[in-house]
């Protein structure tokens, strides 16, 4: 097997086990409740989706954030939002005084794509935290969700 279909295969397989599923919200917590947070700084599969290693549908990108469609939307625009640099901010939970700006960046950003999403209507802003949070990937994010109605708790 070439290194290409290497690539591939390893690809589908972490994407699969991180964001598929028939039933994306119990795998989801599946998959939260078995990942376990390690070095704050270990490499994610962001991280290959921001070195370009991993493809992903970009909708937003600057010099500190990169915003990209998730492969299996919980709503008609589901996309997450990301640092660049992690900086041990490997959750919101790890948040330190330095990450002030990263994290407002990371919220007027999810602003600026949900204007150029069209939400005018409104949308939801999701950081899942540590594992009984559903955190999957130990390098924060924040889902932007909008096009539906969204259904209050939570859950």
Known sequence: M???????RDRISVLSSHFSSSRPMAS????????TPSDADAPT????????EIPSTVVY????V?????????????????PK??????????????HFDILGRLLYTAKLIAKQEGLDDGFRIVINDGPKGCQSVYHIHVHLLGGRQMNWPAG
């Open 45 to 52: 599969i962001f991280d290959k989706i921001i070195n370009k």
């Open 28 to 35: 989801e917590k599946e998959a939260a409740l078995a990942a």
């Open 85 to 98: 640099v992690k900086d041990g901010l490997s959750g919101l939970s790890k948040a330190e005084e330095r």
């Open 61 to 64: 990108e600057d010099d500190k």
């Open 2 to 8: 070439s290194g290409k279909d290497n690539n591939k």
């Open 66 to 82: 990169l915003a990209f469609r998730d492969i299996t939307p919980q709503a008609p625009t589901h996309i997450l939002i990301i």
